[in-house]
């Protein structure tokens, strides 16, 4: 069992910067890939990045590329979402997932077995 919890994020005005964290239970979390999704009142959750468990591969959804940048520190068990030219689309609750299956970096949801509780970002125009 592992159990995630983000922080981070807050108020922040359009165009700034803001982090998120993820911090892990367990040492397992250092063979899990990693991921981060958000979702918009109203709407469904939706993929925003994800990283491989060592830390070489990446993905990103569309819209956030060149400006978000997934990380993570095993040897802390943390992993992190750097947000930066945020735009109020990016308005939303953020989660931490992770998941044991390494093979690939999936965008649906039910592809991640643990998830955090979330942290909101609100991104004011």
């Known amino acids: 069992q592992l159990e995630l919890e983000e922080s981070g994020g807050g108020l922040v005005q359009a165009g700034g910067s803001t982090s998120l964290s993820c911090v892990a239970s367990?040492?397992?979390?250092?063979?899990?890939?990693m991921g981060w999704f958000r979702q918009a009142p109203g709407k469904e959750r939706e993929f925003v990045a994800a990283l491989s468990y060592k830390g070489d591969i990446t993905r990103y959804t569309d819209s956030v590329k060149g400006r978000f940048t997934i990380s993570r520190d095993n040897s802390k068990i943390m992993g992190y979402l750097q947000m930066n030219s945020v735009k109020p689309e990016d308005t939303g609750i953020y989660y931490c997932?992770?998941?044991?299956?390494?093979?690939?970096?999936?965008?649906?949801?039910?592809?991640?077995?643990?998830w955090g509780q979330g942290t909101q970002v609100t991104v004011s125009s």
């Open positions: 367990g040492r397992a979390f250092s063979r899990y890939r």
């Open positions: 997932a992770a998941d044991a299956n390494i093979l690939n970096l999936p965008t649906f949801p039910n592809e991640w077995h643990y």
